[in-house]
């Protein structure tokens, strides 16, 4: 399917064809997960308002939720001054963005140690991955 | 100065030695930019707690704030799953972290048209960049 769309074109697409995109929970704020989208996934996910990316391990599409059924359902599409940063408001069906099991990605918290630091894991998993994937 | 730390060689730098980074709102939870940390920007900030980054255009150190006055107060730092995305929660001094003089960069949003959509611009401008930049 041709994706030919002027709003596709003002994206400024890396040199791979892609952009980093933000899952963020419309309602909380909470910031879920980054991933990337190429220009089918950014257009996909308008036309069905489900969050869509590109996955770089598996060089193909992927509809968050397609094996573990935790998709998004999107309620806003955002764009930066840039032009190279998307940004989604979505609900998490599920309540599990994380490959992990936790509700978000960004579970590990930086620490001063007398070491100068260390990432400290904040969030609990929620459901064992084994579980999620089958 | 050497920044050696087992918590930065945590972090995957990629192949130009950066990370994106994304600095949120510490109170309202809105997503107010995206900037790229390397090494020394990701050390700086943890030390001074101030919003450090890299500016590409320029390829040195850019301490957010240096110009406008418009600084970042940082009250925590994490990073994700994959180790490939810092996210700060900051006080965003000012009130605008966006160079076009707005309080978010993401003020584009996708509108649905006939043509397919379009990004429409929903924030204003709280301070023209030329009294921001002098």
Chains 1, 2 share one sequence.
Not at 68 to 81: P, W, Y
Request: hydrophobic residues 40%.
């Amino acid at each position: 399917m041709s994706v030919a769309s002027e709003w596709l074109d003002a994206v400024k697409w890396d040199a791979h064809g892609l952009v980093p995109a933000i899952a963020q929970d419309a309602a909380t704020g909470e910031i879920l997960m980054v991933a990337w989208m190429n220009r089918e996934a950014l257009a996909e996910t308008a036309r069905t308002l489900r969050g869509v990316y590109f996955s770089r391990s598996r060089n193909r599409l992927w509809r968050k939720g397609e094996e573990s059924g935790h998709v998004q359902n999107v309620s806003e599409i955002r764009l930066d001054c840039d032009n190279d940063v998307v940004l989604l408001k979505i609900e998490q069906v599920g309540g599990i963005a994380c490959h992990t099991g936790r509700r978000s990605c960004f579970f590990q918290k930086y620490t001063p140690t007398e070491q100068g630091g260390a990432w400290v894991t904040t969030e609990p998993v929620l459901k064992n991955p084994d579980e999620i994937y089958k």
